[in-house]
């Protein structure tokens, strides 16, 4: 309970550390939050103060804060290794997490590759692909394609295969464009398939891959669209040659319903990037996961045809032993059944925001629940932050779109309270003269 302790980290943060996403000077008037501990949902920061983190810590966190289960793996493999190269080396970490993700898709991703973030298993993917086709003498395929609004991570190669002007403008000289097409979640499923299949028939002798967001387009603003285009979307892509990428780092581990969200589909990609929940929020861990065929295309004699990416913490034993017991989690309780129920019980709560008159497209899929607010305003989403902590939740909406992404641990009564909250901080931030 230390109210000087909380302004101290703030001012000595503002002045050591450049925080991410964000225009700095804006913290002149938002909060900076600083955070204490975490049990749970729950955030405090030094007063004792607590936050709801109905985001899950930027998207990451499937079981809580300092989730006992997952402290107990992690403090074992502290004491046990904490890292190992694993170029020459293997470990059991990596092993076994390898062997229960290729389980987990049937074992028709066969192999595993292991980055440290999201943005990293992004380009990954996209050089495996590339490489692919040269390896089997087709090098004239380097082209990608990605949908309208994507997001695929902020590194220079990531932001070729991102549709997000607020992120990508600045840096466009230095970017490698991948051909836009539209998204279902804007166009329909039948346009944006139509669309596809234009670009395919002029340019599909220099088509590598498609990379999509399957069912969610989350950092557009949770822009929702229908399984039935990625079905389409996996013939398409069977028609003409061109590898199928499904960037799942936000939607995968169970967060639309399904461990994976292509799932939804009947299809598997020919690669699945995951990260975010995949160590349950603890380490950073991103795993590029995909087929033995396209895994022995680089299986050679001569050193080249292999694939000569590395990290330095490439499959860290500390952030796989934190994955293999975030899939014991899911192993154990019934997760995703009783995250149907919860989001049944949130659907319910959210029922009176559905007729507030400033608030449009509610909508959710598995744990993803979201609205757009009818207000021209450019300051809503720091104001609507602010509001919120004052109610005790830590919400950050994207624009105009307020959604609510919890870790799957909430209670009922944390579910009841998270509407009940969301609608008071609404209400309280259309009030406010902007
Ligand atoms: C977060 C995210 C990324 C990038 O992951 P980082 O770990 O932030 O680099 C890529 N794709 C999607 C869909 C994401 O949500």
Redesign the pocket.
Known sequence: MNTEANQDWVARSLAAVWHPCTQMKHHERVPLVPIARGKGAWLYDHEGNRYLDAISS??VNLFGHANGDINRALKDQLDTLEHAMLAGCTHAPAVELSERLSTLTQHTLGHAFFAS??????EIALKMSFHYWRNRGQSEKREFACLANS?????IG?LGVTDVALFKDAYDPLIRHAHVVASPAAAGVDEAIAAMRALFEARAAQLAAVIV?PLV???AGMAMYDASYLTRLRALCDEFRVHLIA?????GCGRTGTFFACEQAAVWPDFV?L??GISGGYL?L?IVLTRDDIYAAFYDDDVTRGFLHSHSYTGNPLACRAALATLDLFGSANVLAENRRKSALLREALQPLAKHDRVRNLRERGTIFAFDVDIDDKTFSRRFFANALQRELLMRPIGKTVYMMPPYILTDDELALLAARTRETLDATLAEAA
């Open positions: 930027w998207w973030d999201g943005a990293s298993a992004v997001y695929h991570g902020e590194t990531a967001e387009q989350c950092a960037d799942e780092i936000a939607v990037c990260s975010k950073p991103s």
